[in-house]
């Protein structure tokens, strides 16, 4: 065989290589039925990095999740979604309506076909408002259509933040609003022939004159897990709390979800995937470490790790929590 023919065989060979190795890139290893016993890092490197992760949703059919990633400073924020398919996780990408303004905090409504989030993009044509508003868009195929604003009487020129939906419709959000409880409050708009109606607040079993924002309504409506910063039976940064509905329809007084959740950082923006019963949050805790920093190299890689103190997504199953 002459050398000619040796080399080209070898830069097949090379070639075949390089495509397999780049179709092993194009899929990650994530298991989103996986349930942990206590709080653990949820898919380490792949969604946790040491960027700011924050705010994740599932899909009800478990083949999609989007989450929010921001940069150190949390300058630039945008959805990142990744798609399974025939078995695969896709790797980590920008949602096609994300990347040019801050996009954060979504939520799949109607069985996924609907994707709610908060973004600071223009509410109106040529307006230089830059507050957070409620957005919406319905899905496309593999694409999201184009985002469209809710109504005046849920978007105000002040923020709007985390939008979660009930099975039957009602929007559950926080924002600060003269006829509120505290300095941030949540807030439900119920939905009635399709129309969102005027919000009202929640009472004070749930809103104190403290920050409670970044609540999650559960499909049923019956269960409300939130953050709140400032009472006085808080760890630390902000505390995840739990609300149970009663019989007659009454939310429960809001209980500390205690220190096996909750630690001297931020903890906040849950999400419960009921079809594989786990709960999701974001949390700033850090790992802990004393040694003494002796060389800029060990700086940089203390300063690049997954647990450093940026938001990281947790997550825990739902048996472990005693929701009652």
Same mark, same amino acid.
């Given at each position: 065989?002459?050398?000619?023919?040796?080399?080209?065989?070898?830069?097949?060979?090379?070639?075949?290589?390089?495509?397999?190795?780049?179709?092993?890139?194009?899929?990650?290893?994530?298991?989103?039925?996986?349930?942990?016993?206590?709080?653990?890092?949820?898919?380490?490197?792949?969604?946790?990095?040491?960027?700011?992760?924050?705010?994740?949703?599932?899909?009800?059919?478990?083949?999609?999740?989007?989450?929010?990633?921001?940069?150190?400073?949390?300058?630039?924020?945008?959805?990142?979604?990744?798609?399974?398919?025939?078995?695969?996780?896709?790797?980590?990408?920008?949602?096609?309506?994300?990347?040019?303004?801050?996009?954060?905090?979504?939520? @799949?409504? #109607?069985?996924?076909?609907?994707?709610?989030?908060?973004?600071?993009? /223009?509410?109106?044509?040529?307006?230089?408002?830059?507050?957070?508003?409620?957005?919406?868009?319905?899905?496309?195929?593999?694409?999201?259509?184009?985002?469209?604003?809710?109504?005046?009487?849920?978007?105000?020129?002040?923020?709007?933040?985390? /939008?979660?939906?009930?099975?039957?419709?009602?929007?559950?959000?926080?924002?600060?609003?003269?006829?509120?409880?505290?300095?941030?409050?949540?807030?439900?708009?119920?939905?009635?022939?399709?129309?969102?109606?005027? /919000?009202?607040?929640?009472?004070?079993?749930?809103?104190?004159?403290?920050?409670?924002?970044?609540?999650?309504?559960?499909?049923? #409506?019956?269960?409300?897990?939130?953050?709140?910063?400032?009472?006085?039976?808080?760890?630390?940064?902000?505390?995840? @709390?739990?609300?149970?509905?009663?019989?007659?329809?009454?939310?429960?007084?809001?209980?500390?979800?205690?220190?096996?959740?909750?630690? /001297?950082?931020?903890?906040?923006?849950?999400?419960?995937?009921?079809?594989?019963?786990?709960? @999701?949050?974001?949390?700033?805790?850090?790992?802990?470490?004393?040694?003494?920093?002796?060389?800029? #190299?060990?700086?940089?890689?203390?300063?690049?790790?997954?647990?450093?103190?940026?938001?990281?997504?947790?997550?825990?199953?739902?048996?472990?929590?005693?929701?009652?």
């Amino acid at each position: 065989m002459s050398s000619i023919k040796i080399h080209a065989l070898l830069f097949l060979s090379l070639m075949t290589l390089g495509c397999q190795k780049n179709k092993q890139q194009e899929t990650i290893d994530i298991d989103t039925a996986l349930s942990t016993t206590k709080v653990d890092i949820f898919a380490e490197g792949i969604v946790s990095t040491n960027l700011y992760e924050r705010d994740i949703a599932i899909a009800q059919n478990g083949t999609e999740l989007i989450y929010s990633i921001g940069d150190y400073k949390q300058k630039k924020r945008c959805l990142v979604q990744i798609r399974k398919r025939n078995g695969k996780w896709s790797k980590p990408e920008i949602v096609n309506i994300s990347g040019k303004y801050q996009d954060i905090e979504p939520f @799949y409504a #109607e069985e996924g076909k609907r994707l709610f989030f908060a973004s600071n993009r /223009p509410i109106e044509k040529g307006s230089k408002r830059e507050d957070y508003n409620i957005w919406y868009s319905d899905r496309n195929g593999d694409l999201w259509g184009e985002p469209k604003a809710l109504g005046k009487n849920i978007n105000t020129v002040k923020d709007e933040f985390y /939008p979660s939906i009930s099975k039957n419709g009602n929007l559950y959000f926080t924002a600060s609003k003269e006829d509120g409880i505290g300095r941030e409050d949540i807030f439900v708009a119920k939905k009635v022939d399709g129309k969102y109606q005027n /919000p009202s607040v929640l009472d004070s079993t749930i809103n104190t004159m403290h920050y409670e924002f970044n609540a999650f309504i559960s499909p049923d #409506e019956n269960v409300l897990i939130f953050s709140s910063f400032g009472r006085e039976d808080g760890y630390g940064g902000g505390d995840l @709390y739990f609300s149970i509905r009663d019989k007659e329809g009454k939310w429960q007084k809001a209980q500390n979800m205690g220190e096996h959740i909750n630690s /001297p950082q931020l903890d906040y923006c849950p999400f419960i995937d009921t079809q594989r019963n786990n709960l @999701y949050f974001t949390s700033e805790r850090i790992e802990k470490d004393s040694a003494r920093i002796k060389s800029i #190299e060990e700086m940089s890689a203390f300063s690049n790790k997954v647990k450093n103190g940026m938001g990281n997504i947790y997550r825990i199953s739902l048996d472990k929590l005693n929701l009652e």
